[in-house]
């Protein structure tokens, strides 16, 4: 499968409904020492990026700022289980004030008044931006995509 075939996953129903669910993506990282690490995180999907936000000094953000490869994945919890696997290329920003992105995210988490109540609460913190750009993707439905050891 080419690359861009990868991409266009991303279009898919099974992902799609993944991308537009309140399921927080799991974003899998290097820290500084190696090993690997695994945090539930909200995003917000654009078309083309994920965003995150995070409080500038929150550990993950120097080992994110140290590489430029991660992994995320947002998972269904019921069967039959729609599994989104994005690897992609980091960037960590700096932002004085509120993550436009991450206001959207929690409106979509937590609905329009929780999320607007947060969002406000929220307001005027530093924050730091985290974008990952999809370089390659893959699905599971397990309807009709299934892990390759089950479909070999």
Not at 89 to 109: F, L, S, T
Request: hydrophobic share 45%; net charge negative.
């Amino acid at each position: 499968m080419s690359h861009e075939q990868h991409l266009e996953l991303l279009d898919d129903p099974v992902a799609q409904k993944l991308l537009e669910s309140r399921i927080p993506a799991r974003l899998a990282y290097c820290w500084t020492d190696g090993t690997p690490r695994v945090v539930p995180i909200a995003f917000h999907w654009n078309g083309s990026v994920f965003t995150f936000a995070t409080q500038p000094h929150a550990p993950k953000v120097a080992a994110l700022v140290a590489s430029d490869q991660v992994a995320l994945t947002i998972d269904e919890e019921s069967f039959p289980f729609g599994v989104l696997m994005v690897r992609g290329n980091v960037a960590v920003e700096q932002v004085g004030g509120m993550v436009p992105e991450y206001a959207e995210a929690c409106v979509r988490y937590m609905g329009p008044e929780a999320g607007a109540a947060w969002v406000e609460q929220m307001s005027g913190q530093p924050m730091a931006k985290i974008t990952v750009t999809p370089q390659e993707v893959r699905l599971l439905d397990f309807v009709t995509r299934f892990p390759s050891a089950m479909s070999g």
